[in-house]
């Protein structure tokens, strides 16, 4: 399977501060989440993929083309949602994805079909007369999807595709996001830092710290590998309770004052720990089987990833 | 795809050719500047001084009229590189004032929408972007600078004929050349103010104010290092040296050498490009 985008010890630097430190790596996946704190440098690589910003080192490739030589080549495969407004005020929606259309190469009769098609599809087929300017936020970020997906590209990128949206906008994009990745003729490249969002749309994660790429997995297969573990929630004194449940083999780890994570060796059960509870005097308010999150994938990530079992 | 499918599809249809891409910038900014009836109403006044110049060369070749009008031949001005010099110096003043008008609202738009990311995620370079922008300018003043000058120029060839054409074959020459010099000078000036200045009207004033400025600096180094290249600031005055020359093939004496003036010009169009290029980023990068 041909790699979407592959980096090749990429190093991006802007003034004297290096934003990107030599990133390795072969994404194949149909919709990988881009993660990372403000200033990981999620947006720079997006940009970098664009040809916005010379590498200082290293290149990349999307779909096989090189970013620096063949970046024209890219921009004719990739549609772009940027993070902050971008459209011409004083024109009408319908006009403005027309015009997008034909500046990727489409034919303005085919372009004016597609807009039409393309705005009914995001939901403004009624507001497409409008002017930009008159749209709300919730429009307004549909509008940019509605330019980046007329082309039909190969590569969709989307930078914060959800931010300032409503729930039921929310909600909205993605069941469209979702739509898009189900045709399988387009892959997604989504940097947000809402992880429901990636969670939702996305197979696969990157995960972007300083500059550097710390993680980059498939959700599900991360999900299935991570070992499935007891989250209890007691009332008593924590303390003993938890070297007990050690004395047992269990791996412990103590979140706040009255929560504990717990692995269960194969020859414990819950109902031990009952007994255990009830020889402390120890009330277990509330106990539920869990695996890692994306949530936690993150945290982990942030904390340099240790790969066991953190409170 | 019917509108009622709201289905994502792919487009697996035919591409335009993508070195005449840049032309759909042009084109769509032809239609927001062709709804504004101020330019309307000046475009078309643009028209009136070549109409009148042609009515003007009918005139001196049909006796008849003369007769009726009871002019005498000998008191018309002649159809030679004086007439087409004055022409040529009131099509590019309107040219000015056309300029002046649009090109302020050319890439100030985009800029204050942050437009340019998507302009640029797209396959169209920087360049291209550029080249769409000014193309609004060119042709715009082509059509009321070469295009009606060269007309008369063939009009007045068909009436006098061949002999009168060959004879003069310079002056085409020269409102080409004049033309597309003044053409670049003006549009090259206009967009890159409109990528500096957000404001259009301060925008427009300052097309006017290098003009008047630079004369007047032009002047002052003149007048006080007792010397002639002051003038290389004066852009209306490089461009009268270098349209005299190219009409007339001549040069009055103390002026600016030729290589001076087009240097100076060509100058000023480069630096044009330059602060035009600064401009034109996808994103501004905060060092």
Not at chain 1, 92 to 106: N, P, Y
Not at chain 1, 182 to 209: F, N, P, Q, W, Y
Request: proline share 4%.
């Amino acid at each position: 399977m041909q790699a979407v985008i592959e980096l090749d010890n990429l190093t991006i630097r802007l003034g004297q501060r290096t934003v990107l430190k030599g990133l390795k790596g072969a994404f194949s996946g149909r919709s990988v989440g881009l993660l990372g704190p403000n200033g990981a440098g999620k947006t720079t690589l997006l940009h970098t993929l664009l040809g916005f910003h010379q590498p200082a080192a290293g290149t990349g490739r999307v779909f096989g083309y090189d970013i620096q030589s063949e970046i024209k080549k890219i921009r004719h495969l990739v549609g772009y949602m940027p993070e902050n407004d971008s459209f011409i005020a004083d024109m009408t929606g319908i006009r403005f994805v027309r015009m997008m259309a034909e500046l990727s190469g489409l034919p303005p009769d085919l372009a004016l079909e597609r807009a039409h098609e393309t705005l009914f599809y995001v939901g403004l087929g009624e507001a497409r007369y409008r002017q930009l300017g008159t749209y709300s936020l919730g429009m307004k970020q549909m509008a940019k999807l509605a330019q980046a997906i007329v082309h039909g590209p190969r590569l969709l990128i989307l930078d914060e595709p959800t931010n300032g949206l409503d729930p039921p906008a929310r909600q909205r994009m993605i069941s469209l996001i979702k739509d898009i990745r189900a045709t399988g003729e387009t892959a997604l490249i989504l940097s947000s830092h809402l992880l429901r969002d990636v969670e939702e749309c996305c197979e696969e994660v990157m995960i972007l710290k300083e500059g550097e790429l710390v993680v980059y997995c498939n959700l599900e297969e991360e999900r299935k590998a991570n070992r499935k573990f007891l989250e209890l929630e007691i009332i008593g004194d924590t303390q003993p309770f938890v070297e007990m449940a050690e004395r047992l083999g269990c791996e412990c780890a103590v979140h706040g004052t009255f929560r504990i994570k717990m692995v269960l060796p194969e020859q414990v059960q819950i109902r031990d720990l009952y007994v255990l509870a009830a020889s402390k005097q120890i009330q277990i308010r509330k106990l539920n089987y869990k695996r890692d999150s994306l949530q936690d994938i993150f945290l982990k990530a942030m904390e340099g990833y240790r790969g066991s079992l953190q409170a | 795809m019917a509108v009622y499918k709201h289905n994502y599809q792919a487009y697996t249809g035919p591409l335009t050719t993508s070195s005449l891409r840049f032309l759909v910038l042009t084109r769509y900014a032809y239609q927001r500047i062709f709804s504004s009836r101020i330019f309307l109403a000046l475009f078309l006044i643009c028209f009136l001084p070549p109409l009148a110049a042609a009515v003007f060369i009918y005139f001196q070749h049909n006796a008849r009229i003369l007769q009726t009008l009871q002019i005498p031949i000998e008191e018309l001005v002649p159809i030679d590189a004086a007439f087409f010099r004055v022409f040529l110096y009131i099509q590019s003043f309107l040219g000015f004032l056309l300029a002046t008008l649009v090109g302020p609202g050319l890439v100030s738009p985009d800029l204050t929408n942050n437009a340019l990311p998507l302009y640029l995620s797209r396959p169209l370079t920087k360049r291209d972007y550029a080249l769409g922008k000014i193309s609004v300018l060119l042709i715009l003043l082509s059509l009321i600078t070469w295009i009606p000058l060269s007309l008369l120029f063939i009009f007045e060839a068909k009436m006098s004929g061949l002999g009168w054409m060959w004879k003069n074959i310079r002056l085409e020459f020269a409102i080409l050349a004049g033309s597309w010099l003044w053409m670049l000078v003006i549009s090259l000036l206009a967009v890159a103010l409109s990528a500096w200045v957000r404001w259009k009207p301060i925008a427009g004033a300052l097309i006017f104010g290098v003009f008047i400025v630079g004369a007047g600096f032009g002047t002052l180094i003149n007048t006080v290092l007792f010397t002639q290249w002051g003038t290389l600031f004066n852009i209306g005055a490089l461009m009268e040296i270098a349209w005299k020359w190219f009409l007339q093939g001549e040069q009055a004496p103390g002026q600016l050498p030729l290589w001076a003036v087009f240097f100076g010009l060509l100058g000023f169009c480069a630096v044009c490009l330059m602060l035009l290029a600064k401009k034109l980023k996808a994103y501004e990068v905060v060092r």
